[in-house]
């Protein structure tokens, strides 16, 4: 075994693989950007060494940096996590290059399922179906769209450089066909710089499910498989193993496919072979076809790892030290059912955006297994995947594991930042998911109703005034002999300002007016409002939030200051959102309309347009083209009203 890795990454998964490594006695280095000096990952591991700015670019995606600090500190291996340099070939013959050991698969193997086309046709050659479809090189409109008639509508445009579920296009009639090809080709281009595209049979109602393989350069097994339909243009949210309705015939059948498609590439390591699957006839052994297969670790490896009780990251330590396979394919353990949640800093109101701050609390149940790579105190920067955690449970059936998902979600605490949190509650309790009826359109169908916003009862209403008035140090409250004081306050909650009165009755006793009503409330081993039980809550920084699945984020408002709001006389124009500033399309000079697209912002791999909100002149351009922004950063100033 190794006595020192360096982690090539950053955030959660860093922190997860330097947890394995020091339960196997393994040394550790962190590497970190400007932006990640005092992040988790850099305070748990043995090492750490500085390797560039913030943006990625010039730290976790500087290969020749992260090798040199490798050799600095005498690590003799480095895990790459996901993401970044996971899946560079150049990446793993450089590691080699300088006698080091990658601890992932070969160049080689990262090089065959690289390209989509070229993996499913090696795939098809292997015997392992695959979604029928166009994948050759003529990439000419008429042939493509001969192709596509061939196929059947409707198809899916797929980049074949595509990842993120960035470049597809899915086209239902054969008039469009033309549009949506150029669109997907210059996006394909503009994302990948490849703007080659393959040609899919559009399943009508796809399931998403993926076999976890693991190799050792010569054998190959699987660990069963994980259902993640739950997506949201194309990006997963909750995914669980095993797939629900999933039959021994099916998982013998999609198993040995995604061990035939590792072997045929000499696979080592751990890796994800993807397949769909047409849910509309039920699950059957000839019904699902490989998609791509990741050549790394996956971000959802710990339902895996909760189902069979193992630790794959210690097996890819092993497995890169040069053990075999630790384990026969027969031996490996399945037991109950586990689901995983992924808990973003978004803004889902907004369109999801991703959102940033500084979560001054956070705080997790003992019920879940959390992976994570901030605590409190620590900020969620405009500069990677804002992710907060993943919150993991495991169950002997699919009913309780969801059911203490359910009960996860509504005891973790996060103040600082909006978080998904409540929509990822939605979604643990939705009818048609709880019954095990999942697809990758069930998100979208049911999306109203999943980020509905419901508004906060009177009782939590009453909870978060009478805490209004607790923080406040007012010398006159402790002096009501025998009258009760009325103190008003008011308290902006989504953007809607709602006045409570509130006396207090008594040492542990009020009553609070408001929305319309009158709410008693009592303190006898704990507050409770109208009978019903106080919910967690943390005040800090004039803002008091109370937790749950009917939680409030309620900010104090102060009468004395709400003069600064229209003081925007908005000659400028901001970044609505942390993100990149992709292109700037307008200069000094020019005229604009309103409507007209001034700036692409690419966030959360995806492109935000900005337009123009009226006729102006552009004045002046702040930021140049690749800079990392916040949100509200200006981006653009307008010259003055006549202009
Ligand atoms: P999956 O196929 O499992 O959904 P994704 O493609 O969503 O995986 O995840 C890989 C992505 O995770 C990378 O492309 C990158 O955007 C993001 N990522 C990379 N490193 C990290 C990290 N340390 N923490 C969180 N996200 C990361
Ligand atoms: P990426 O590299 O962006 O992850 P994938 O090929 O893995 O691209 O596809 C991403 C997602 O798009 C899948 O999980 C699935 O939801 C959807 N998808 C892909 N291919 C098809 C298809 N042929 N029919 C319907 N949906 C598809
Ligand atoms: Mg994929």
């Not at 890796?271 to 849910?279: A, R, S, Y």
């Not at 794959?312 to 059912?337: F, I, K, N, S, Y």
């Not at 978004?346 to 297994?369: Q, W």
């Not at 419901?454 to 009453?462: E, G, K, Q």
């Amino acid at each position: 075994m190794f006595d020192r890795i360096l982690i090539a990454n950053r955030g959660e998964i860093a922190c997860r693989v330097i947890d394995t490594a020091k339960a196997m006695g393994v040394s550790t280095v962190a590497v970190y950007s400007d932006a990640d000096r005092t992040a988790r990952h850099v305070a748990m591991a043995d090492l750490a060494v500085h390797i560039g700015g913030a943006a990625p670019a010039d730290s976790y995606l500087n290969g020749d940096r992260v090798i040199a600090a490798a050799r600095e500190t005498g690590a003799q291996a480095i895990h790459p996590g996901y993401g970044f340099l996971s899946e560079n070939p150049e990446f793993v013959e450089a590691v080699e290059a300088a006698g080091l050991v990658f601890i992932g698969p070969s160049a080689g193997a990262i090089r065959a399922m690289g390209l989509k086309d070229a993996a499913k046709a090696l795939m098809q050659d292997a015997g392992v179906p695959v979604v029928p479809g166009y994948h050759g090189d003529t990439q000419d409109p008429d042939h493509l769209s001969a192709a596509a008639d061939g196929i059947g509508y409707p198809v899916l445009i797929k980049a074949v450089a595509g990842g993120g579920g960035k470049g597809m296009r899915r086209v239902d009639d054969a008039a469009d066909f033309a549009d949506q090809l150029a669109a997907a080709q210059r996006e394909a281009q503009s994302a990948f710089g490849n703007p080659a595209v393959l040609i899919e049979k559009y399943i009508e109602q796809p399931r998403h499910i993926e076999v976890q393989v693991f190799g050792d350069g010569t054998d190959a097994i699987h660990l069963y498989e994980r259902d993640c339909s739950l997506q949201r243009r194309h990006q997963k949210v909750i995914e669980e193993a095993p797939a629900p309705g999933m039959t021994a015939d099916m998982r013998a059948a999609m198993g040995e496919a995604a061990v035939r498609a590792a072997k045929a590439i000499g696979y080592a390591g751990a890796g994800t072979v993807e397949f769909i699957v047409d849910g509309a006839n039920g699950l059957r052994p000839d019904g699902f076809w490989f998609m791509e297969m990741n050549t790394r670790l996956q971000v959802e490896h710990p339902v895996t790892e909760a189902i069979t009780g193992l630790d794959l990251v210690a097996w890819q330590l092993r497995v890169a030290a040069g053990e075999p396979l630790p384990m026969r394919q027969q031996d490996v353990p399945l037991t109950g059912h586990a689901f995983e949640a992924r808990l973003y800093a978004e803004d889902v109101p907004a369109g999801f955006l991703p959102a940033t701050g500084t979560l001054s609390h956070l705080s997790f149940p003992a019920t879940a297994r959390i992976d994570s790579g901030v605590r409190a105190g620590d900020a969620i920067s405009p500069f990677y995947d804002p992710m907060i955690a993943k919150v993991v449970t495991h169950g002997p059936t699919r009913a309780v594991a969801l059911k203490k998902l359910a009960a996860a979600l509504d005891a973790t605490e996060v103040v600082g930042c909006v978080t998904n949190l409540s929509f990822l509650g939605a979604l643990a309790r939705h009818e048609g998911f709880t019954r095990g009826e999942v697809d990758t359109g069930l998100i979208a169908r049911d999306l109203d109703a999943l980020t509905a916003v419901t508004p906060p009862s009177p009782a939590r209403l009453a909870q978060a005034a009478l805490a209004a008035t607790d923080t406040e140090t007012d010398a006159l409250t402790g002096f009501t002999l025998w009258a009760p004081l009325w103190r008003t306050v008011t308290l902006e909650i989504d953007g809607q300002e709602i006045t409570a009165r509130v006396a207090r009755t008594g040492p542990d006793e009020a009553e609070i007016e408001v929305a319309g009503t009158t709410v008693t409330a009592r303190n006898a081993a704990g507050w409770t409002f109208d009978e019903a039980p106080a919910a967690a809550s943390h005040i800090e920084g004039g803002t008091v939030t109370l937790f749950g699945p009917d939680g409030v984020s309620a900010r104090i408002l102060d009468p004395l200051d709400r003069a600064a709001a229209d003081a925007s006389g908005s000659d400028i124009i901001e970044a609505p959102m942390p993100g990149m500033l992709a292109r700037m399309l307008v200069a000094a000079g020019d005229s604009v309309t309103a409507g007209q697209k001034l700036a692409v912002l690419e966030a959360m791999k995806m492109e935000h347009a900005l337009t123009a909100p009226r006729d102006a002149v552009v004045a002046e351009v702040l930021v140049p083209e690749g800079t990392q922004i916040e949100a509200h950063a200006p981006l653009i100033r307008f010259a003055g009203d006549d202009a």
